[in-house]
């Protein structure tokens, strides 16, 4: 039984594929999470805080230190200003800030534009807020942005773009040009944008480009109508402690807060002044993690090419995407399906990132599988030693 707000929201393929990776004792490169916890000082500040006395309800919006770390962070990567008392407010990991920016900004039937494939919390949060989704779809094999096709997703009844870059599960990392393209129509159409970089540290090189992270709140006339999103979680390798924000002009960020007082009512007290100590005092640290995460990326990548799978090489994020009708395989979900027992290494099928209300015929990611590079290299490496020695032939291989 489901109420009918949930109807036709797919249960999370993460969950689905970490249990079964549990349950076979399979290598799990489905579930985007780091075998290494981020800093350990880090980790002490968070014990000195439980030890401390931070154990009682923060404030609504987050601890003060927090917020001003985040204002710093936005100063010192991106030149950006932000008032901590009203321009940041802190989250239940950036999951939160989604749910909360997507209740406290879009109305039942207005429609929101995003990026397909879509990390999976935008469309069931969408759904449950009332909303339309109208995908702008990223293609195979560069999934670079449409933006003819930009703009023919946007209506009189758009009111958000939902961007997020570095792109998960694509990996794409939207160039200048391509943002300014967003830029553009979102100033013609008077619309909000709301961007979730999460993975704003983790990009990497590709040939001789360093594919680099620019805030959409940095560009020209952006900054008002920019709701940005991100959190401790994927920059610091702290997933598990859901510690996120949401910064941006007062009246969005009041928005977060109007929806995010009824949803948790403030974050957990003693994770907060540990993950201001992180942005504060290990600035340098997610530039070190991308780049061990860039080799990690290209053992993956040589390993998958190596199997005969088309791969696309991610610019940012902790996944890479491949084809697998080279080994004879049509759909993704019944190779991920069988890939535990075949080699005992789970990973995704993008399919699932897909919109929800296609017919699997019509899926453009029917063929691809998304396979998540940060664990350790000898994890990465003995999942390609079980692949290359299992016979992953499909049906029609
Ligand atoms: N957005 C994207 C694109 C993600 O990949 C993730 C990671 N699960 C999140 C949001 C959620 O972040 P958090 O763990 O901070 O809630
Ligand atoms: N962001 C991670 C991924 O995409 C984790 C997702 C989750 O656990 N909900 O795999």
């Given at each position: 039984m489901t109420v009918s707000r949930l109807r036709g929201i797919p249960p999370t393929i993460f969950a689905e594929m970490s249990a079964l990776a549990t349950a076979t004792g399979a290598i799990n490169l489905g579930q985007g999470f780091p075998d290494v916890d981020g800093p350990a000082d880090v980790v002490e500040r968070a014990v000195a805080a439980l030890r401390g006395g931070?154990?009682?309800?923060?404030?609504?919006?987050?601890?003060?230190?927090?917020?001003?770390?985040?204002?710093?962070?936005?100063?010192?990567?991106y030149g950006l200003d932000l008032d901590p008392a009203t321009q940041v407010v802190i989250t239940t990991g950036a999951t939160?800030?989604?749910?909360?920016?997507?209740?406290?900004?879009?109305?039942?039937?207005?429609?929101?534009?995003?990026?397909?494939?879509?990390?999976?919390?935008?469309?069931?949060?969408?759904?449950?807020?009332g909303g339309v989704r109208r995908p702008v779809t990223l293609r195979a094999p560069d999934f670079r942005l449409d933006v003819a096709a930009l703009r023919s997703a946007v209506s009189e009844r758009t009111r958000v773009i939902l961007l997020n870059t570095p792109h998960n599960p694509t990996g794409t990392v939207l160039t200048r040009a391509e943002l300014q393209a967003v830029a553009d129509v979102a100033v013609e159409h008077d619309l909000i944008v709301v961007t979730d970089e999460v993975y704003e540290h983790l990009t990497y090189g590709t040939g001789t480009h360093h594919n680099e992270h620019h805030p959409l709140a940095t560009l020209p006339g952006m900054f008002e109508r920019t709701l940005t999103l991100s959190s401790i979680g994927k920059s610091y390798s702290f997933t598990g402690w859901k510690v996120g924000w949401a910064s941006g002009p007062a009246h969005l960020v009041a928005a977060v807060l109007a929806a995010k007082q009824w949803l948790t009512f403030t974050s957990g007290a003693p994770l907060q002044p540990a993950a201001a100590y992180a942005l504060d005092e290990e600035p340098d640290w997610p530039a070190r993690l991308a780049a061990s995460l860039q080799e990690r990326r290209d053992l993956l990548c040589e390993g998958l090419r190596a199997l005969g799978l088309a791969v696309t090489v991610p610019q940012g994020t902790y996944f890479a995407t491949t084809d697998i009708t080279g080994l004879g395989w049509a759909d993704g979900d019944a190779f991920c399906r069988a890939l535990p027992g075949r080699a005992g290494v789970v990973a995704i099928p993008t399919q699932g990132f897909y919109d929800p209300d296609r017919d699997a015929a019509d899926n453009p990611g029917r063929q691809l599988v998304r396979w998540a590079f940060c664990k350790r290299p000898e994890v990465v490496e003995t999942a390609l030693e079980r692949l290359a020695g299992s016979d992953l032939s499909g049906p029609r291989g």
């Open positions: 931070a154990n009682q309800y923060a404030p609504g919006p987050g601890v003060p230190v927090l917020r001003e770390a985040v204002a710093r962070h936005q100063q010192r990567h939160e800030a989604i749910a909360a920016a997507i209740l406290g900004l879009v109305e039942p039937g207005d429609e929101v534009v995003l990026l397909e494939p879509y990390y999976d919390s935008y469309p069931a949060m969408i759904t449950m807020a």
